[in-house]
Nanobody, 121 residues
Framework: VQLQASGGGSVQSGDSLRLSCAAS????????MAWFRQAPGKEREFVSA??????YFGNSVNGRFTISRDNAKNTVSPRMTSLKPEDTAVYYC?????????????????WGQGTQVTVSS
């Protein structure tokens, strides 16, 4: 399984941005796909996951982010709105077909390369 993240960039506070994660290889719709982020000096933080078709979000982004999946294209795309400077981080997409705590980055065995999101005030 290979994951390719894209869509990061530099935006102003209050702007919106859509990320995308394209999956290839031996991946099926049964895989849980998620996004995490990591700011300098901080631990990797759960952002969002699609689990059996339902979206789950971290507390810091709940209500501002949505997530969608295109099974035909094997892509997962979070849309981030009302961005804040504290959303600045490298965003990683991840996938797993294992059972576990999907809010923990340790559950995921496949990772994309990360895409930088910078939000200026």
């Amino acid at each position: 399984v290979q994951l390719q993240a894209s869509g990061g960039g530099s935006v102003q506070s209050g702007d919106s941005l859509r990320l995308s994660c394209a999956a290839s290889g031996r991946i099926s719709s049964e895989y849980v796909m998620a996004w995490f982020r990591q700011a300098p000096g901080k631990e990797r933080e759960f952002v969002s996951a699609l689990i059996r078709g339902a979206g789950y979000f971290g507390n810091s982004v709940n209500g501002r982010f949505t997530i969608s999946r295109d099974n035909a294209k094997n892509t997962v795309s979070p849309r981030m709105t009302s961005l804040k400077p504290e959303d600045t981080a490298v965003y990683y997409c991840a996938a797993t077909d294992s059972l576990g705590n999907y809010y923990s980055w340790r559950t995921y065995e496949y990772w994309g390369q990360g895409t930088q999101v910078t939000v200026s005030s």
